[in-house]
Structures are given as structure tokens and as C-alpha cells.
């Protein structure tokens, strides 16, 4: 399993980075397949909570699972506990919807790369994290470029809800249409499929 540990702001000591590879290691008894998991963090200064820590961890494994958390601690050693926590629990509920299937319904592979991987989710959730206020003059700050993956709607569902996001593009593999799955309010979901001409 690849770690990779980068900080925005501020120097990780050894020994928290000692705590960061003990506490993320142990997932790897709950999930087999780890490629690898991506740690960000950030010291950030608030009026009202005073110093805080954010820590988002995206881990990437085996048949295209990607899992993500966020969690934000006056302590580091807090916040990083915390996202340990919230990625044990999305591995069981992870397992618990998609092992249980028999093998004729599991799929292969997908054959993206981790790096493809981590680029689709992090495009995904930049696209979901709107400003709180919208900008008279917006620009478009960044584009991400992605190869989509055939899969059925069901597994659409799920990939959205692992990563948390409100919408989930991918390519259906009934119709190997391009379509956009989107969380509704009522708690349904939605499926758009663009048609062109």
C-alpha cells in the first residue's frame, strides 16, 4: 500500500506521521487491496475554534473502490483517529452491499489507474463544494480530464455514496450512454442521460 502524506501548511513531525502510518495500516485487515491512500492536511487559524485541523484521506483500492473522508480536530492526533473511524466504517458498509452478491454479478476490473482514480473523485468533489456565495464574474479555475468506466446503475449508486458525493458521472453499461446519476432532495435518485442533437 503507497501513503502518501502531504501538508499545506506546517511541517508533520515524525512522530505524527508514525501515528498516521499505524492508524491507516490497520485498514488493511478490514479491506483487502489497499492500493493506496492519500492523506492531506491542513492547519487552519479560526476566530471561534481557534487552531483546527482538516484532514481529507482518499483511499483507492482493487475493482475501482475509492473511499473518501474529511474530518476536522483542534488536535491532529483527534482528526486523523476520526478519519480512520469513517473509512472502517464505509469499508463495512462497503462489504456488507457488495460482497454479499453472488460472483455472476461482480464485475471485473475496471483498469483505471489509481492516479485515474483519485482524479475522477477529486473532480467530483470539487464539482459538488459550490461557494457560499455566488461570484458576479466566475471563471473556470480548473478542468480535470477523466476516462469513464462502464457500469451499472446500481454500482453508480453505491460509488456516489462511498465518496459522499451529490452526483456521479459514468458511462452505463446497458446502454453505454454517458449519463449523470444525482441525489434528489426527497432522498430518490435521479439519472440524466443527455441527448444529442
Known sequence: MELT?????????????????????????????????????????????GEVYRVQ????????????AEE????????????????????S???????????ELRRAPNGLTPAE????AEAEAEAVAAPSEPEPEGKVIRTKTFRLRPMFVDDAIEQMELLGHNFFIFQNAETMQISVLYRRRDGNYGVIVPEVG
Do not use: C, F, M, P
Open 5 to 49: 502524506i502531504k501538508s499545506r501548511n506546517g511541517k508533520i513531525s515524525d512522530r505524527q506521521r508514525a501515528h498516521i502510518e499505524e492508524k491507516l495500516a490497520k485498514l488493511g485487515r478490514y479491506l483487502n487491496g489497499i492500493t493506496s491512500i492519500a492523506v492531506e492536511i491542513q492547519h487552519e487559524q479560526q476566530r471561534n475554534a
Open 57 to 68: 484521506t482518499t483511499l483507492v483500492a482493487e475493482h475501482g473502490v475509492i473511499l473518501r
Open 72 to 91: 476536522r480536530a483542534s488536535d491532529l492526533y483527534a482528526a486523523i483517529d476520526e478519519v480512520q473511524e469513517v473509512l472502517q466504517r464505509q469499508i
Open 93 to 103: 458498509r462497503y462489504k456488507e452491499k457488495y460482497w454479499r452478491r453472488s460472483r
Open 117 to 120: 482514480e483519485v482524479a475522477i
